[in-house]
């Protein structure tokens, strides 16, 4: 993870046509303990709280966006950062 590619794959979020194939890579960098406080220095938080809150009718089609968000959850310095501005 030293090459950066979690503020890459992050900055793919924003592209609707990659965000499918994004969340699916993110989630599973995000199972790795030492992954998810990478995730803190990135927009990714508010990012996939915001796809969270705003797509509730197409979660079921989307189920690596709630499970990136259990993930990141899991992390204090993230859940924090999910709970700033407007978040949750």
Partial sequence: MDAGLIPKFVELLRSSCYRDVVLGILYHLSIEDAHKSLFTFTDANALVVQMLLSNSA??????????????????????LAMCEGDGL
């Fill in 58 to 79: 197409r979660l079921r089609n989307t189920p690596e966006l709630v499970a990136l968000t259990v993930n990141l959850a899991n992390s204090s310095r993230n859940a």
